[in-house]
């Protein structure tokens, strides 16, 4: 390894990142249903985010070190660039206005909250679980 890597990083290493949530990536239209019928039973978080836009990589990580309310729901990940079908079909089916990043919190079946870019808080999020 050189005195360069050693100071400054690898540009082919990969940076891992962990996060305390435990995402459920959604990639299918199919799981919109799956999550209506578990919202009936406790609520569900679904967090759109775009991996091209460094305002919605921001409002992912503040969102990640602070939400503390795992047991309280089910976190759902979109990677909207990859599965922009499914971030259509959530606009279209809880009837919110499509934003990138953007977190909706399902209960029963209908989007009862949705922020969007620097309104993304995970405790006012918990507030409402």
């Not at 578990?38 to 985010?49: C, D, G, T, W, Y």
């Not at 305002?55 to 660039?81: C, G, H, M, P, W």
Request: one cysteine or more.
């Amino acid at each position: 390894m050189s005195i360069f890597n050693s100071l400054f990083g690898n540009s082919e290493e990969k940076k891992v990142t962990t996060s305390k949530i435990n995402w459920i990536p959604l990639t299918d239209l199919e799981q919109l249903n799956e999550i209506i019928t578990l919202s009936n039973e406790k609520p569900v978080a679904i967090f759109k985010h775009s991996t091209r836009c460094s305002v919605s990589r921001f409002a992912l990580k503040q969102f990640e070190n602070q939400f503390d309310s795992a047991d309280a729901t089910d976190t759902y990940f979109l990677d909207l660039i990859e599965h922009r079908d499914v971030s259509n079909e959530i606009a279209s089916r809880f009837k919110v206005v499509h934003q990138s990043p953007q977190l909706l919190l399902i209960k029963n079946g209908q989007s009862v909250y949705d922020v969007s870019h620097s309104d993304i808080d995970a405790k006012d999020l918990a507030e409402r679980l």
